[in-house]
């Protein structure tokens, strides 16, 4: 199994993991002004599909990012940490990926059932994503669908905010700075520092 570098996480996780969150911002963006801004249903309709192809590219970048977490070893542990901290930090992320895979299932849930019927194009017309077979325009499963999906939504928004929490609060707890990991300099800043210890 690869491993990642020792004092941080392998690139494609690096890159995956920022991809992702820039990704979250503009689906939250997008979904909330589609819905409650003041704009014409033309404008909407447009931001509605634009919103349905990014959440399709969000389902296979959240999907490859669970299949790298498997399959690629994460660094490990500061050795600040106890326990009970690697233990809330598991059930966090365990958290966050659920969260993340329900997000974009639970939108193409809603849209194949949805009594409009309409296709989903990923920004080109020849790039056409097909709805889940035996529920078009299902009025129920779509209820639920869109109520999974808010709710889902606002369950994520928790679970973010804690983790950027976690970060800080480690930062001024433990000394240790979590988000180095996460960042392609790491190995650099690692260099520079026993390079320091040694003169």
Not at 25 to 41: E, N, P, Q, R, T
Request: charged share 15%; proline share 5%.
């Amino acid at each position: 199994m690869p491993s990642a570098p020792k004092n941080r996480y392998h690139s494609l996780s690096i890159m995956l993991h920022w991809s992702i969150a820039l990704g979250l911002l503009f689906m939250f963006a997008s979904g909330l002004y589609m819905v409650y801004a003041d704009i014409s249903k033309a404008d909407q309709y447009k931001l509605f599909q634009i919103h349905k192809a990014a959440g399709v590219i969000m389902l296979w970048a959240i999907l490859l990012r669970v299949g790298v977490k498997i399959f690629i070893k994460a660094p490990a542990e500061p050795t600040e940490f106890n326990q009970n901290d690697i233990q809330k930090a598991k059930l966090g992320h365990i958290g966050l990926y659920c969260v993340l895979v329900v997000m974009p299932l639970s939108g193409w849930v809603m849209v194949s059932a949805s009594p409009f019927g309409l296709p989903t194009f990923v920004f080109v017309d020849w790039i056409k994503w097909p709805h889940i077979p035996g529920i078009a325009r299902n009025k129920t499963v779509e209820t639920v669908a869109n109520y999974t999906h808010w709710i889902n939504a606002i369950v994520m928004s928790v679970l973010v905010v804690g983790h950027i929490a976690a970060v800080i609060w480690h930062k001024r707890r433990h000394r240790v700075n979590l988000l180095s990991r996460m960042w392609w300099t790491a190995n650099t800043e690692a260099k520079k520092q026993g390079k320091n210890s040694n003169e």
